[in-house]
């Protein structure tokens, strides 16, 4: 199994640490209020403990579990603590209205997190298409993007260690439209489906050759 560090200590974070403790892997919870950090390891179990905030994470897996806007800073603040991690970008850069994306260049925040990671680091996207309440629901594909092949085996082996189907989309550059897929999910939750119970995936078709 896994060792994940969570830095961030809210909602998303309770949930993919709930599954992760489900499949045995070893938690570690940062988070500026330390009393938060000490609080969600407690309720985790498991065996899951609070760091302290800027020192090096014990995970090998490190899950920013932060709103957009701040994580590439947490990531320049951890700086050389985060050396040799691999690093989970879950964001979703909404604009105010949900219906884009804040940033308006082909990039993402997983990009943006790679440019400023220390050396032997290695940035992915995952989780960021699928609603939490789905998620706690532990049914849902997880597409995910990265560019280390080893650590690409990493990544699918923890989401396969939540009971979730890993989903390559390619490199790192694939993290942009998983951010768009991101905005996706959100309009069809506001229109053609009308609720948030349902996450994005694949249906495989095997039984007739495509033409």
């Known amino acids: 199994m896994s060792s994940i560090t969570f830095i961030g200590a809210g909602n998303m974070a309770r949930t993919i640490g709930t599954l992760a403790v489900a499949g045995g892997n070893s938690v570690e919870i940062m988070a500026r ?3 938060k950090a000490d609080d969600l390891a407690d309720v985790l179990g498991g065996g899951a403990t609070a760091g302290k905030w800027g020192a090096v994470p014990a995970g090998d897996l490190v899950i920013t579990a932060l709103l957009y806007a701040g994580v590439v800073p947490t990531v320049a603040e951890y ?3 985060l050396a040799g991690k691999i690093i989970i970008d879950i964001s979703n850069p909404f ?8 940033h308006s260049e082909e990039t ?6 790679a440019k400023i990671a220390p050396a032997g680091a290695s940035v992915f996207k995952a989780f960021n298409t699928i609603f939490r309440d789905v998620l706690a629901q ?5 597409f995910f993007a ?8 990493d990544v699918a082996a923890f989401i396969e260690s939540l009971g979730l189907r890993p989903l390559d989309v390619g490199g790192l550059k694939m993290a942009h439209w998983l ?6 999910t959100v309009g069809l939750a506001g229109n053609g489906i009308g609720h948030g119970n349902f996450a994005m995936g694949v249906n495989e078709f095997t039984d007739r ?3």
């Open 33 to 35: 209020d330390q009393s």
């Open 79 to 81: 700086g050389d603590a």
């Open 95 to 102: 604009n105010a209205t949900g219906d884009g994306l804040a």
């Open 108 to 113: 993402s925040i997983a990009q943006e997190v």
């Open 138 to 142: 532990g049914r849902p594909d997880v």
């Open 146 to 153: 990265g560019d280390d092949p080893q650590a690409k085996a």
């Open 179 to 184: 951010e768009g897929a991101g905005v996706l």
């Open 209 to 211: 050759p495509l033409r």
